[in-house]
C-alpha cells in the first residue's frame, strides 16, 4: 500500500470510506488486478493487548468468515483477539428456551464474536501488503463530478485500445483530484455518495434505543450469544475475550437516555434487577454508549459509474447482529460481479456488471431487514394472540430437523 502524492490521479477504483466493508472492498478488487484508491478520513488506533475492548462489536458469521479468511485478514485477528461462539439462545420472560448449536449441523462454530475495529485493522494490514491498493488518509472530500474521457485501466492487455467511458471524479479538500471509472460508496449511513448520486432511502427510525454495555465477569461465559425478550426489547449478551462480555439493552429512547446517565455502578444494579438471572451477579460495568435504532434501504445500489454497499445501501435493526454480515455479502458479491465481468468485456465497470451486483443482494437484503422488522414487532409487545403464535414459531424451530438445519445455515451465512 502506498501512500500517494499528485495533482490528477487515475485509478480503476476510487472508495470513499475505509472502514470494514470499504477496506474489505478494497482488497477484494485489488486482488483482481485492479488499481484501487481508498478514503478515509480517521486513521483506526492501532492494537495493543493492554487496550480495553471496544464497544463496537459484531457477530461475524461463518460466511463473512470465509470472505475475512480469503482476504488474508484472519491470522491478525487469531493473534489479536476474539471470542468464537458455539450457540444462540432465546426465550421470553416466562418461556422456555430455544437452542442452536453448531454440532447440530457439524461445525464447530457459529461465528466470531470480534471489535470492528480490529476487523478494519486486519484489513488494513492486508491493504499494506497490496503496492496496488493506495491510501488516502487522513483526508476529506470536497466534491464529486462526472468526466468523459478516455481510461487504459491496468487491466487492458498491451496494446489494447482505451475504452472512452464516463468515469467520476472526486476532488479533495487538499486540491487534488483523483478519476476512476467506478466509484464505491462505503461511506456508512449518512453516505456523502449517496447523496450526491441522488439515490433515495425507504425507511424510518424505530421507537426503541439500544444500549451497548461492556462488563468483567468473575468467570468467563460460555461461548453462548443469548437473548432475553420482554414488551420493552431483548436483553442480550454476547461473550468476549478474557472474561468480558457484551451486553445489549433495548428499550425505548427516553429509558436508555436515563441510564446512559448513571455512573457505572448504578448501571450494574440496574442490569442485575431488569437482566435474567442467566447473568451472573459477580460482574463490573467497564464502559457504556448507546445508539437509536433506524431502518434505511436504498432504493437503487448504483447509477452509471457509481456503485454503494454496506450501511450506505442499508441499515438495519441490531436484533440478529446481521449488519455487518449483509455489509460483508454486498463486498463478495461486488468482487464477484466485477470479476465475471473481467473475464468477458473491456469495461468491467460498466451497467451490466452492477445490475448483476444489485440483483444478487437487493432481495436477500430486503428480506432479511423484513424478516427482522416482523420480529421485531411479534416481541415487543404482549399481546396474547402474538404470543400463542411465536411461541409456536419457538417450539417448531426448537425441533431437531430441517427447519432448524436451515435456521442455523442462514444464520451462518449460508
Excluded at 54 to 60: F, G, H, T
Excluded at 310 to 327: F, S
Aim: aromatic letters at 8%.
Amino acid at each position: 500500500m502506498s501512500q500517494v502524492q499528485g495533482i490528477d490521479i487515475q485509478h480503476d477504483v476510487v472508495i470513499i470510506g475505509g472502514g470494514m466493508v470499504g477496506a474489505a472492498s478494497a482488497v477484494g478488487l485489488a486482488q483482481l488486478g485492479l488499481n484501487v484508491a481508498v478514503l478515509e478520513r480517521v486513521q483506526p488506533q492501532a492494537y495493543e493487548p493492554s487496550q480495553p475492548l471496544d464497544l463496537r462489536v459484531s457477530a461475524i458469521s461463518a460466511q463473512s468468515e470465509k470472505l475475512l479468511r480469503g482476504l488474508g485478514a484472519m491470522d491478525f485477528l487469531h493473534q489479536a483477539r476474539m471470542q468464537r461462539f458455539q450457540g444462540l439462545e432465546t426465550w421470553e420472560l416466562e418461556g422456555f428456551i430455544t437452542r442452536f448449536h453448531s454440532e447440530q449441523i457439524g461445525e464447530t462454530h457459529l461465528g466470531y464474536i470480534v471489535e470492528n475495529r480490529l476487523i478494519q485493522l486486519a484489513l488494513w494490514e492486508q491493504m499494506q501488503t497490496l503496492d496496488n491498493v493506495h491510501l488516502y488518509c487522513p483526508v476529506k472530500v470536497k466534491a464529486l463530478s462526472r468526466h468523459i474521457r478516455p481510461y487504459q485501466v491496468s487491466v487492458l492487455s498491451p496494446g489494447q485500445k482505451a475504452p472512452l467511458s464516463s468515469a467520476v471524479q472526486v476532488t479533495l479538500e487538499d486540491g487534488r483530484t483523483l478519476t476512476a471509472p467506478l466509484l464505491v460508496g462505503a461511506d456508512g449511513a449518512n453516505s456523502f455518495v449517496r447523496q450526491w448520486a441522488n439515490i433515495g432511502v425507504s425507511g424510518w427510525d424505530y421507537a426503541q434505543s439500544a444500549m451497548l454495555i461492556n462488563i468483567r465477569t468473575a468467570k468467563a461465559e460460555p461461548p453462548v450469544t443469548w437473548q432475553q425478550f420482554t414488551p420493552k426489547g431483548p436483553r442480550s449478551l454476547l461473550p468476549l475475550p478474557d472474561n468480558h462480555a457484551s451486553l445489549v439493552w433495548y428499550d425505548d429512547a427516553q429509558k436508555i437516555k436515563q441510564l446512559s446517565q448513571l455512573n457505572n455502578k448504578a448501571l450494574a444494579t440496574q442490569i442485575r434487577a431488569q437482566f435474567p438471572s442467566r447473568l451472573a451477579a459477580d460482574f463490573e460495568v467497564l464502559d457504556k454508549g448507546f445508539f437509536s435504532l433506524t431502518r434505511r434501504h436504498a432504493q437503487s445500489y448504483f447509477i452509471d459509474n457509481v456503485v454503494i454497499l454496506g450501511d450506505a445501501a442499508h441499515t438495519i435493526n441490531p436484533l440478529a447482529g446481521q449488519g455487518v454480515n449483509l455489509g460483508f455479502k454486498d463486498v463478495a458479491a461486488l468482487i464477484e460481479s466485477v470479476k465475471q465481468r473481467m473475464s468477458v468485456a473491456d469495461s468491467w465497470w460498466d451497467n451490466i456488471m452492477l445490475t448483476h451486483y444489485q440483483s444478487s443482494r437487493y432481495r436477500d437484503n430486503q428480506l432479511m431487514m423484513s424478516a427482522m422488522d416482523v420480529f421485531y414487532a411479534s416481541f415487543s409487545n404482549d399481546l396474547l394472540p402474538l404470543k400463542l403464535i411465536r411461541n409456536g414459531m419457538l417450539k417448531l424451530a426448537n425441533v431437531e430437523g430441517p427447519i432448524k438445519r436451515n435456521v442455523l445455515k442462514y444464520a451462518m451465512g449460508f
